[in-house]
């Protein structure tokens, strides 16, 4: 247990973050040793409910079967590793933001921009096997994080692995297997990169902000249209925001369908004029990234092949004179 808890508060050291990560880093807990409560409650501040659990941070769980011939990485990708719940989080009505623990010696093992799958049974099989529902999630944690990774998730009121999450309590686990890369970002590989993203389609949006910012010799310029249906669906806003502040390389609009009185951002479904002030322009040198659900996809780029592959770029990217070659649908 000592050597656990020295290792952990090593893991605190936080010099190879840049401001302003380091002060989502640093919090009222300072100073406590418990770093991966205080970055999670600076990820869910501003007036967000936060709900924590009296769980312990020194979960090694995971790596107590490994330790002979791990890497420094936490994920396998050909088999399915336990990961416990330290603390969840309520980010907005329907959305919850997830903290899963491992070895704070190690690292999750994600490249940008990476999802990983998780499972959960769900009954039997009629053989007596264990019966799973598996689905993909996308980390928004730095992935040079140490110890922890987090998730944020939309609970469905009919999802079967939304409210398996939603069920979880501290100390509970769920399986992961790992990564699944989809687009490997390298620095400064276009000059500009435009991101559209739906709801919780900002996760992966969130991967590529974060390691493009954290990196000063990375000059790309980015540039997010995050559209929602409500002011209050829009996910993390507050750390987006405080980005935006801090970074001249980083701008964001945002976009509702049913806007509050005072709102000052985009109204309605994200429109070519949008599209154009918010989006670098077609070139070379340029890339838009898309992810968010299937009404969105098919209005700005048309979703992805039955295969998961790319499939036709159409929609209003297409109008406007994008191509497939400059446009990733995640
Ligand atoms: C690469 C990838 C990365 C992903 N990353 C994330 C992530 O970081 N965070 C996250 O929350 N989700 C993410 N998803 C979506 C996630 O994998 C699940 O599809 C989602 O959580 C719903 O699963 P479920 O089992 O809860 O719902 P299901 O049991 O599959 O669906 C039950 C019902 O929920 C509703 N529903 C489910 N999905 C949608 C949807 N997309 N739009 C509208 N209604 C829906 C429908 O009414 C559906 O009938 C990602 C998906 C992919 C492909």
Redesign the pocket.
Known sequence: MATHLRRLSKSSSLASIPAPFRQHYYSSTQGRGIPVRASFSALVSGGLALYYFSSSPTIAHLDENREENAPNVALDPEKWLEFKLHEKAKVSHN?QLFRFTFDPSKKLGLDVAS?LITRAPIGEESDGKKKY?I??????SDPDSEGYFD???????????????ASLRPGEVVEVKGP?E?LRYKPNMKRQIGMVAG???I??MLQVIKTVLKNPDDITQLSLVYANVSPDDILLKAELDKLAASYPNFKVFYTVDKPADNWRGGVGYISKEMALKGLPSPSADSLILV?G??GMMKHISGDKAKD?SQGELTGILKELGYTEETVYK?
Do not use: A, D, W
């Open positions: 959305t999802c529902v689905r993909p999630y996308t980390p928004i998730l944020l998730i939309k609970v469905y009121p009919e999802g079967k692995m939304s409210q398996h999450f699944i989809k709801g919780t389609g996760t992966p992810c659900p299937p998961r995640f």
